[in-house]
């Protein structure tokens, strides 16, 4: 049995937080990890926006999807996330997006894994 669930995490830090915020999430259905990655860009989106930020550097470790999001590329399978985040977009008055290693991604990394592992555990 294949599951298709995807552990979902970001973290916001910076000079005007006290700590790092730590999130995660869990989403059902999902085909491919970069669908997996377009919906945690999407969930820190909103969530950055819920926090009242007006700015915002997304930082990820998928080559592809920052590619997907600063150009014309397109990927069927991703088209309404891809186009939910577009949208999204206008509510910063700041935003970018940049690429960075996995080991620079490694507690992001950890985080979603993490979450993950804890909802197959309750699953059985």
Sequence with gaps: MECRTAGLGW?????????????????????????????????????????????????????????????????SELYGIVGDIRSITSNFKIISFRFISRETNMTADMLTKRVLAQCITNLL
């Design 11 to 75: 973290i916001f830090e910076g000079e005007h937080l006290s700590r790092q915020i730590q999130c995660s999430d869990i989403y059902p259905f999902v085909r491919s990890p970069l669908m997996a990655e377009a919906l945690a860009i999407r969930s820190a989106m909103e969530d950055t926006l819920k926090r009242g930020f007006t700015k915002l550097k997304l930082e990820s470790d998928s080559m592809q999807m920052i590619k997907t999001l600063t150009t014309a590329t397109e990927f």
